[in-house]
């Protein structure tokens, strides 16, 4: 996997602006979720724009420079166990099945086991206490996010992707 020069600098503005968000997310405490989300979307474009592999490696570019770099330790973990791995487990997901009810199951599978995995890992540090509608509106709130997020690749891969020149 050779890469021009354009791309690595492409790749390299890519992952620092999905570093401000991750940063971002520490400092502006009430929008971590909506900033982890938006950092996840870069994830997403590297994906389109550089295949599987390079997006795999941007991630863990990602998580290793996210955990360094961001001041609260904690709020990490949602991005490295969720948000982050989501762009790669959907792409994976999205081309591997083309069923509709067996996608979203397979998502919803995913979701739950990370909210599992994220909740555990969090309750280690910090008391935390999950009430069931807690659980239904995070549902929800991931099958919205799941909607949001094909919609901006489909956004960027018509719209977007066509005027940047590479």
Known sequence: MLLKSKDIAYLGVLLGLNQLFIILSSVIETNTIILFAAAALLVGIVIVEFGFKSGILFYAASCILGFFLTFNKVEIITYIIFFGLYSIVKYVEEIKINNAALLYATKLLFFNVALIAMYFTVKLFIPLELAWWMIIA???????????????????VNSIKPKLKR
Do not use: G
Not at 142 to 149: G, T
């Open 138 to 156: 995070a549902q929800v709130l991931f099958i919205i996010y799941d909607y949001a997020f094909t919609m901006f690749i489909t956004t960027y």
